[in-house]
């Protein structure tokens, strides 16, 4: 089966940009998914981006597609601590990465 | 616009009993998927409901059930609880293009 990976933790200054990265196994998928979860909530979808796409903008949101490499990054830009949570990707909708832990310093 | 809605919030049970989730669905959306998180972990997928039936399962055994009704919504069952089912229970509802899913806030249940 597929198998996303992402590195557990991440601790950036406010103000900094943040990149948060994910490598998938299935190049099947049809989109690739960044989501958001905040302390005792459920998953907010934050962006997503279509496999034919290299880049995709929405507003301080980056994300960066690799299909070669099964790369996929978040850039998030002026990192405010309220973007502390933990971010996960996801492909095929139903395959997780463990998430991200992005800790914003002030 | 509400969102996916899921009861209850909490839930406490001990082991050897049985448990209902109920979610609502956003609105427009036809299919329903359960997801377990367990703490400091990723959603794992637990199966997807579409026109009332299963259409894809993970890898949980067969006390884990559910069921989707008429107007989308749908229910997790769990018997014979363990001590390992304790864990964040979200439900994603998904429809229209293009093909993303929505989650609800979860519910926790801690199994004793």
């Known amino acids: 089966g597929e198998d996303v990976e992402q590195s557990l933790f991440l601790s950036v200054r406010e103000g900094d940009s943040s990149v948060i990265n994910c490598t998938y196994t299935?190049?099947?998928?049809?989109?690739l998914y960044w989501y958001k979860q905040e302390p005792g909530a459920g998953l907010q979808l934050l962006t997503y981006?279509?496999?034919?796409?290299d880049m995709k903008q929405d507003q301080r949101l980056t994300v960066l597609l690799n299909k070669k490499d099964k790369h996929l990054s978040l850039r998030i830009a002026d990192t405010q601590t309220g973007d502390s949570a933990i971010y996960f990707c996801?492909?095929?909708?139903?395959?997780f990465g463990p998430g991200t832990r992005l800790s914003v310093l002030p | 616009d509400a969102g996916v809605t899921q009861s209850p919030t909490h839930l406490i049970k001990t082991r050897g009993q049985q448990v209902t989730l109920r979610c609502s669905p956003k609105s427009g959306h036809d299919t329903v998927s359960w997801y377990q998180q367990a703490l400091g972990q990723g959603p794992q997928f637990i199966f997807q409901?579409?026109?009332?039936?299963?259409?894809q399962r993970g890898n949980f055994p067969d006390r884990f059930s559910g069921h989707q009704f008429p107007n989308y919504s749908s229910e997790l069952n769990v018997n014979a609880l363990l001590l390992g089912d304790s864990a964040l229970y979200l439900c994603a509802s998904r429809g229209g293009a293009p093909d993303t899913q929505y989650f609800g806030p979860g519910t926790r249940l801690t199994v004793l």
């Open positions: 299935d190049s099947s998928s049809t989109y």
């Open positions: 981006i279509f496999s034919n796409m």
């Open positions: 996801a492909g095929r909708l139903f395959v």
């Open positions: 409901y579409y026109e009332e039936e299963e259409r």
